[in-house]
């Protein structure tokens, strides 16, 4: 073999088993070199490490020996480790004596001669007949929303049982789930947890979990289930944001009952008449029902499909037809109020700006008249909604005039082939927790004056879609086609929003994290441009990063000072997105490597007005959006166009793109017609059924009778 034979054939070793440079050079030099074991071990092939047994079930207290195996060296000592439990510097694993939460962990065997190499085995810990174990009293429990529940830990026999509080996996909890004390004081949350299988979002437990202080490993976790007064039969006048629908909402074949339902939402006015506001899918049945139908509370899904259970609020008056092809579509329906039923004042559950002698927001109606137009001003702004199946629950607008298509079915059991109605001008607020399946015909208000703002109609997991208020408001016209009106009184904040409160500090860091290969690839791009990045005045430092508009690709970072003028700065590079950084400290002046430009972003501006741009900003995203929406709409994956704010650049506008998650699609441009884009994925967005529109629960008979099936509609 030729001298530079060799050499190529000694750096694909190199390559292959990861050796270190100081190995590389022996090999060069003398032709092998002495593993880490000692002078005396070679490694001539790449090391193979396996271990018998591959998993074992050990009951706990008890034993069970592993043994490694190892190849390609000479020196086959290993290292041992385990999470929970103990092992021997001869591979004997010790259970410990009480089943840890999980109740699984993994016994890891690595080479002493390459410690790249290692081989893991899955133990699994039973308990055994005299084990211990950490218990939580209550087990299991309900809450009502906004109230409270004590818990207890214990280990019996054990009188050192001080532990940690989790809600949902955070330390503490959070406004959104509920906030735990120290002493295991559960304040539940105003909205209802929710959880997504498929494409189907569905209310959830609370889970609220002890850890051991001294060992993390020992743990209990109680499930909550947090009921809403909204699924309740109300009292006569009822409040709206409840439970309804409309009598004739159900099928049936021999053995199975099935019935749905969703919220009744609003009062509007017109004509000096009052009805109720919900959507055509919870009160038409998808274009199923017939005006005259009755609109009963609480919806046959909440009285178990017996319809002496229910009482008659409304009448159905009219509605939009879903199979309309006037852009840009609705999906509402009013029903005419049966005199003395509905609060005429329009209350609505859980909206009020005081609490009562319990804590708990009391009813209120909307801030009365025409609402908020869906234009640049509702961008960033925070709402409301009180609905079904969540309660209520608050978020942020993120985008507007939202095109893109729905699937809905008629039937109510989910059978009969599903229609895509197109939407135009739609109004997206963040959040999978905001909605669920049930939530849908609840009106959507702005938090800080109980304005209307919207008409929550379908959903994903990411994220929930309302009909802005004027657009629904202008297809209910008085006999003179004047628009109907929200009945409500004056502005008011939604208190709810700002409950519960904490017991103490508590806050969650949320991370997004590119592949190594997209950070690389930023930084060579960043590296090809510095001198001209360097040459905007404004730029201190160039580092690398997430982009926060498409969370999965890297982005090159533009450190500039707090408050500091920028114009021009480029919105991509080389097909490498950028995100502008406001900073109040100076950064090393220069190129800042991936580490570095993360702890330079601590001291990042948090500023209100990120979600804030110019009219004329919008109006340049409205003139692309205009422009390439139906394009874009036509691509595999895309379900959604809309105008948002961009979170890589404060001040600017982005079009924002809604993907389907798990469908093929083409790569989305970080610019289009100069204004940045911004990607979301999520499930499919649908009404009736799936994402959030409709679920089903079955409630079992006691004996071989047919059974009742639910299914409500977001």
């Given at each position: 073999m030729s001298r530079t034979k060799a050499i190529i054939q000694i750096l694909k070793t190199y390559l292959n088993r990861d050796l270190g440079l100081a190995c590389l050079l022996a090999i060069l030099v003398a032709g092998g070199c002495g593993g880490s074991g000692g002078a005396n071990s070679t490694t001539t092939n790449p090391v193979v490490v396996t271990l018998s047994p591959t998993s074992a079930d050990v009951i706990t207290s008890t034993s069970v020996q592993f043994t490694a195996t190892v190849t390609g060296t000479t020196n086959t000592k290993v290292t041992w480790t385990t999470a929970v439990g103990t092992i021997s510097n001869t591979g004997l694993y010790a259970a410990p004596a009480i089943v840890p939460n999980p109740a699984v962990t993994t016994v890891t065997a690595t080479s002493v001669a390459n410690p790249t190499y290692a081989a893991a085995a899955q133990v699994t810990i039973q308990p055994g007949p005299n084990a211990i174990s950490m218990t939580l009293s209550p087990v299991s429990?309900?809450?009502?929303?906004?109230?409270?529940?004590?818990?207890?830990?214990?280990?019996?026999?054990?009188?050192?049982?001080?532990?940690?509080?989790?809600?949902?996996?955070?330390?503490?909890?959070?406004?959104?789930?509920?906030?735990?004390?120290?002493?295991?004081?559960?304040?539940?949350?105003?909205?209802?947890?929710?959880?997504?299988?498929?494409?189907?979002?569905?209310?959830?437990?609370?889970?609220?979990?002890?850890?051991?202080?001294d060992n993390s490993a020992y743990s209990a976790t109680a499930n909550v289930a947090i009921q809403p007064s909204n699924q309740s039969s109300q009292s006569i006048p009822i409040d709206l944001g409840t439970s309804g629908g409309n009598l004739n909402d159900?099928?049936?074949?021999?053995?199975?009952?099935?019935?749905?339902?969703?919220?009744?939402?609003?009062?509007?006015?017109?004509?000096?008449?009052?009805?109720?506001?919900?959507?055509?899918?919870?009160?038409?049945?998808?274009?199923?029902?017939?005006?005259?139908?009755?609109?009963?509370?609480?919806?046959?899904?909440?009285?178990?499909?017996?319809t002496t259970r229910v009482i008659t609020v409304g009448t159905l008056s009219k509605f939009f037809s879903l199979k309309s092809s006037q852009l840009p579509n609705i999906d509402a329906a009013i029903a005419q109020v049966v005199n003395g039923e509905v609060d005429p004042n329009g209350k609505v559950l859980y909206l009020g700006d005081v609490v009562d002698t319990n804590g708990i927001p009391l009813a209120a109606p909307p801030h009365t008249g025409s609402g908020l137009s869906a234009n640049s001003s509702l961008i960033g702004r925070q709402v409301a909604k009180?609905?079904?199946?969540?309660?209520?629950?608050?978020?942020?607008?993120?985008?507007?005039?939202?095109?893109?298509?729905?699937?809905?079915?008629?039937?109510?059991?989910?059978?009969?082939?599903?229609?895509?109605?197109?939407?135009?001008?739609?109004?997206?607020?963040?959040?999978?927790?905001?909605?669920?399946?049930?939530?849908?015909?609840?009106?959507?208000?702005?938090?800080?004056?109980?304005?209307?703002?919207g008409l929550l109609f379908a959903s994903s997991d990411s994220s929930s879609l309302a009909n802005p208020i004027s657009d629904v408001l202008?297809?209910?016209?008085?006999?003179?086609?004047?628009?109907?009106?929200?009945?409500?009184?004056?502005?008011?904040?939604?208190?709810?929003?700002?409950?519960?409160?904490?017991?103490?500090?508590?806050a969650a860091a949320v991370t997004t994290t590119p592949t190594s290969a997209a950070i690389q690839n930023a930084t060579k791009v960043r590296d090809a441009h510095m001198s001209e990045i360097l040459g905007h005045t404004e730029?201190?430092?160039?580092?690398?990063?997430?982009?926060?508009?498409?969370?999965?690709?890297a982005a090159i970072l533009l450190f500039i000072a707090k408050n500091q003028a920028h114009t021009d700065l480029p919105r991509q590079i080389d097909g490498v997105r950028t995100r502008i950084v406001e900073v109040t400290a100076s950064p090393r002046y220069g190129a800042l490597s991936e580490s570095e430009s993360a702890k330079m972003e601590q001291s990042a501006v948090s500023s209100p007005s990120a979600w804030v741009f110019s009219e004329s900003e919008f109006n340049r995203a409205k003139t692309v959006h205009a422009a390439r929406a139906a394009t874009l709409l036509k691509q595999s994956g895309v379900q959604g166009v809309g105008i948002s704010?961009?979170?890589?650049?404060?001040?600017?506008?982005?079009?924002?793109?809604?993907?389907?998650?798990?469908?093929?699609?083409?790569?989305?441009?970080?610019?289009?017609?100069?204004?940045?884009?911004?990607?979301?994925?999520?499930?499919?967005?649908?009404?009736?059924?799936?994402?959030?529109?409709?679920?089903?629960?079955?409630?079992?008979?006691?004996?071989?009778?047919?059974?009742?099936?639910?299914?409500?509609?977001p």
């Open positions: 429990g309900t809450v009502a929303s906004f109230g409270t529940l004590q818990f207890a830990a214990s280990i019996p026999g054990d009188n050192n049982t001080a532990v940690t509080w989790y809600v949902n996996g955070i330390q503490g909890g959070s406004q959104s789930a509920g906030y735990i004390t120290a002493t295991g004081l559960f304040l539940a949350p105003g909205g209802v947890p929710t959880t997504t299988s498929g494409n189907t979002t569905k209310a959830t437990t609370a889970a609220i979990t002890a850890v051991l202080n159900s099928s049936s074949d021999k053995t199975l009952i099935t019935c749905c339902g969703g919220t009744l939402g609003a009062l509007l006015a017109a004509n000096n008449t009052q009805y109720i506001l919900s959507t055509n899918h919870t009160l038409a049945r998808s274009d199923a029902a017939n005006t005259g139908d009755s609109i009963v509370q609480p919806g046959l899904l909440d009285a178990n499909c017996d009180s609905g079904r199946t969540t309660g209520l629950t608050c978020s942020t607008i993120d985008s507007v005039g939202v095109s893109l298509t729905v699937e809905y079915v008629q039937n109510c059991d989910g059978t009969g082939t599903p229609i895509n109605v197109e939407f135009s001008g739609q109004i997206d607020v963040a959040g999978s927790a905001f909605s669920a399946q049930g939530d849908s015909g609840a009106l959507v208000v702005s938090q800080d004056t109980a304005d209307p703002v202008n297809y209910f016209t008085d006999s003179n086609g004047n628009p109907a009106t929200v009945v409500g009184g004056a502005a008011h904040s939604v208190i709810g929003c700002a409950l519960p409160t904490s017991p103490s500090a508590i730029v201190q430092a160039a580092g690398v990063g997430s982009s926060h508009d498409n969370p999965s690709e704010p961009s979170l890589d650049a404060s001040g600017e506008a982005a079009l924002m793109v809604f993907l389907t998650r798990g469908v093929a699609h083409d790569a989305i441009s970080p610019v289009i017609d100069g204004l940045r884009t911004r990607v979301r994925e999520s499930t499919r967005f649908r009404a009736n059924y799936g994402a959030s529109p409709s679920t089903r629960s079955c409630h079992l008979p006691p004996k071989k009778t047919d059974r009742a099936n639910s299914q409500t509609k």
